[in-house]
């Protein structure tokens, strides 16, 4: 078989239609402007999306207490294995805390170095602490005002966590942190 006849073959059977006869389009039935083929159409699936942010509410230590928060989830294709995302979380006396999820904790006493590189531009060091048993870093408090304001209209963001001889990095793209920022935000005081 030539070259040239196996282009549209193949082309034709990526978009379901390998099986249809060359030749003019049947009318639509209902429609005197439309025309369709003969042979039903294949729907052909679209790349799932980014993941969405993901809303939480987990009790607290204290009878009826209870905390809100989003996450996102690392962009695998770009994050080391042991880095997890991205959590905006309702912290007390009205305070949101940032932290970053890692699959493989660091000791509970560990003080890791964070960098944040915003795909926009800038880049930011801070030392952090650990909650969640090691499996999560908290930034300090300056880190909230970036997720109220900056990163709301940045497209992802570059994380590194260094800890002793340690490091993990991770990607994690922020669409639609807007919505779920003030989605977190309304659920805090409840």
Known sequence: MSGLLLIPLLAGSLLGAA??????????PGSAAASCLDLPVVA???????????????QGTKDGESFAAIMKTADTTQSDPDFAGLIVRCAPQGKIDVLVALIRPFPPRSRPKVTIAASGGGTLTFDA??????????????????????????????????EGDSEIKGM???NGLRGAYHSLLANCSQ
């Open 129 to 162: 602490s650990m909650a969640a048993a090691g499996a999560a870093v908290l930034l300090p408090d300056e880190v909230s005002a970036f997720a109220a304001g900056k990163w709301q209209t940045t497209a992802s963001l570059s994380v590194v966590v260094r």
């Open 172 to 174: 994690v793209a922020l």
């Open 44 to 58: 052909v699936a679209a790349p799932a999306p980014f993941s969405v942010w993901k809303f939480t509410r987990t």
């Open 19 to 28: 099986d249809r006869p060359f030749g003019r389009a049947a009318p639509c």
